[in-house]
């Protein structure tokens, strides 16, 4: 259809009417005298540059506000998409479970802590885990002045010390028992799924930890790597105190029990696993082992001790930076080492 403007000029021009005015031809030709005679060609020349002015009138020029008011329609309000689309929140997955690792160590121990900050640290900063895991390095109250200004400084930085307070440095003491509680309080508005008791001479592989603690329940659950080294019945013995794992009702429970309170010092690693039977507790229970191991000596000390091996968990007993060394250079852990003028190693 011609649009309104279109009809009214053809309208005009049927009418013999321009712009407010009569046209007669007759009149045009005793002014201007008689037009010559024209030929086809002449006529075709003058007759084609009308005929494009009409199709432009009828056809080109309503189509072109048709196809402006779609566009406008059809466009976004400035700053509207962008709004939105920033409203929207961000696709994460929810972690499989959340893990806390409290690393019981002495406060005079800084390069183990540093060595171990960067162990768990490149695993954690991986981005291959599916599981929120915390790694705390814990300790009693600090009683050197040294420590009372070296410990903050570790703290400004890293923010991961936990010092229990009510406990002096201990190997068999209470220590424990007053992580697990102290735990227990610390983050009671937030738990976590699992805690885990774990010594500063074990490396823990986390992606293989993640992989094996996914399969475990959520609740009244003990695993570790069952002590006596011959055994392999989680119901037999205790876990080995180099690292392992209680559910959170287990933690909870712990800090409220009489069981634990009153039996608190001891060999405290068999107390655990005894905490547990006394109060019926813990009836989930699984053995890591092999997985979770002693470092081989040379002359093996006992069956807890064997090689590395591809599926390994854990590896107990890096007592030096030597064994350390030997233990991560199995494991590739320097692979991501990128090429720099800055430093040669060969």
Same mark, same amino acid.
């Given at each position: ?79 509207? !998409? ?54 705390? !390095? ?209």
């Amino acid at each position: 259809m011609p649009s309104p403007p279109a009809r009214n000029l053809l309208k005009s021009i049927g009418n013999g009417k321009l712009g407010g005015h009569q046209l007669n031809p007759q009149a045009a030709m005793k002014r201007h005298g008689s037009f010559p005679n024209m030929s086809a060609s002449s006529k075709a020349l003058v007759l084609l540059p009308l005929l494009l002015l009409a199709f432009i009138f009828f056809f080109v020029y309503p189509k072109e506000f048709e196809l402006q008011a779609v566009m406008s329609a059809c466009a976004p309000q400035p700053g509207t !998409y962008t709004a939105a689309r920033l409203a929207e929140p961000a696709v994460t997955r929810k972690p499989d479970f959340r893990l806390l690792i409290g690393v019981l160590t002495r406060a005079d121990l800084y390069e183990r802590r540093h060595l171990l900050r960067m162990v768990y640290g490149l695993q954690l900063a991986s981005g291959d885990l599916t599981a929120h895991i915390d790694v705390r !390095y814990v300790f009693c109250r600090l009683y050197k002045d040294d420590q009372r200004v070296l410990v903050p400084l570790e703290i400004l930085v890293h923010d991961d010390v936990i010092i229990l307070d009510g406990c002096e440095e201990n190997l068999n003491g209470g220590k424990t028992y007053t992580y697990l509680s102290t735990v227990a309080k610390l983050y009671a508005d937030e738990p976590y799924d699992y805690v885990m008791k774990a010594d500063d001479d074990i490396f823990f592989r986390l992606p293989q930890l993640v992989e094996s603690l996914d399969a475990m329940p959520r609740e009244d659950m003990y695993y570790g790597a069952t002590i006596p080294c011959n055994s392999m019945d989680p119901f037999r013995g205790y876990m080995a105190g180099m690292g392992y794992v209680l559910s959170w009702d287990l933690v909870e429970w712990i800090a409220t029990s009489d069981v634990a309170r009153n039996h608190s010092v001891g060999t405290e690693d068999m107390l655990t696993g005894e905490w547990l039977r006394i109060g019926g507790k813990g009836k989930n229970r699984f053995n890591a082992k092999p997985a979770i191991h002693d470092y081989l000596n040379p002359v093996p000390v006992d069956e807890c001790e064997h090689a590395f091996m591809p599926s390994t968990i854990a590896v107990h007993r890096l007592k030096s930076n030597p064994r350390w060394a030997e233990t991560l250079k199995y494991f590739n852990f320097t692979a991501g080492l990128k090429p720099s003028k800055f430093y040669k190693i060969d």
